[in-house]
């Protein structure tokens, strides 16, 4: 099993440009997140899912969408990125609601530079 | 607004010593608390977790102490390794939807 992996490792884009993350997880698991990881700040939640078909924003989902058209895929978009949305991002997943019995786990992260 | 506030912001112990690293919650309805390690240039992985239910968790060196009145809980890290360094942070979640996360600690564990 490859848990979660996030596609890409590293980009680099231009403010104004836009742009997708995959997230893609093989443990069946229906619940889903994305979050960003900035120096100082811990990871705050962007967008979630529940399951195949579902959205939920976090904490911070402004300038993002995400859509989850497959259970085993999670995607992350910027359609104008700005500087302010350079950060590493998380993907992450959890069989169900999570609990002592269901953990979150995360995938290797996204690093992002928006110039 | 920050739900859960950790400390401190970075800690350095030697190689056999303890490393505490505390946190604060508001939200009086979170019902599980967990601690991720994440080691530089991965993803957070689950270290220990507690319900509010039990006061501590112990699993090899590490605890978790949880005290419920003073909304407060803290990871304690008996026999520090260099192994250990890492960052640590606290998280909190609210009927298992979602985790709101600590600032995060960087521990050092000198030889």
């Known amino acids: 099993n490859a848990g979660v992996t996030q596609t890409p490792k590293f980009r680099v884009l231009k403010t104004g440009q836009s742009m997708t993350l995959l997230c893609a997880q093989d443990m069946n698991h229906e619940y889903m997140y994305w979050y960003r990881q900035d120096p100082g700040m811990g990871l705050r939640l962007i967008h979630y899912?529940?399951?195949?078909?579902?959205?939920a924003k976090g904490e911070v989902p402004d300038g993002y969408n995400v859509s989850r058209l497959k259970k085993q895929n999670f995607l992350l978009g910027l359609e104008s990125a700005a500087p302010s949305q350079t950060s590493v991002y998380f993907c992450?997943?959890?069989?169900?609601?999570?609990?002592?019995?269901?953990?979150?786990?995360f995938g290797p992260g996204t690093r992002l530079t928006v110039l | 607004q920050q739900q859960v506030k950790q400390s401190p912001q970075s800690l350095i112990v030697q190689k056999g010593g303890i490393s505490i690293i505390n946190c604060a919650y508001e939200?009086?309805?979170?019902?599980?608390f967990p601690w991720y390690q994440q080691f530089p240039g991965k993803g957070p992985a689950l270290l220990i977790a507690i319900r509010p239910d039990v006061s501590e968790k112990k699993e090899g060196r590490f605890t978790i102490s949880f005290n419920k009145s003073a909304k407060q809980f803290s990871l304690h890290i008996m026999d520090s390794q260099p192994g250990d360094s890492a960052t640590y942070f606290c998280?909190?979640?609210?009927?298992?939807?979602?985790?709101?996360f600590g600032e995060g600690t960087q521990l050092t564990v000198n030889p």
């Open positions: 998280a909190a979640s609210m009927s298992g939807s979602r985790l709101t």
């Open positions: 992450a997943s959890s069989r169900d609601a999570l609990s002592l019995y269901n953990e979150q786990f």
């Open positions: 899912s529940v399951g195949e078909g579902t959205t």
């Open positions: 939200n009086t309805a979170f019902d599980y």
